[in-house]
């Protein structure tokens, strides 16, 4: 249940990394969401369950940094390529 907040975490951060993409907060909120949910999990295997400070620190800073790097990701990849084409 944990995971739980990882995931918030990554609505936050990706919500925040795309706010000035076209897609605009909510779909990089999804992404960031994504990320953060496994990310959440993944830190929850690892170090067990129990909610201590050091533990939420943990969920909601790696949910919010690998949100927001889904978020810069799913801007890259669907950022208009430039350059010319024959």
């Given amino acids: 249940m944990?995971?739980?907040?990882?995931?918030?975490?990554?609505?936050?951060g990706g919500g925040i990394g795309g706010s000035r993409s076209p897609f605009g907060p909510l779909v990089h909120g999804l992404a960031g969401a994504i990320g953060g949910g496994i990310t959440g999990a993944i830190i929850e295997?690892?170090?067990g369950s129990g909610l201590d400070f050091?533990?939420?620190?943990?969920?909601?800073?790696?949910?919010?940094a690998v949100g927001a790097a889904f978020s810069a990701a799913l801007g890259l990849a669907t950022r208009p390529k430039t350059g010319a084409e024959s």
């Fill in 54 to 64: 050091g533990q939420i620190l943990a969920q909601v800073a790696g949910g919010g």
């Fill in 45 to 47: 295997s690892t170090t």
């Fill in 2 to 12: 944990e995971w739980l907040l990882g995931l918030l975490g990554g609505v936050v």
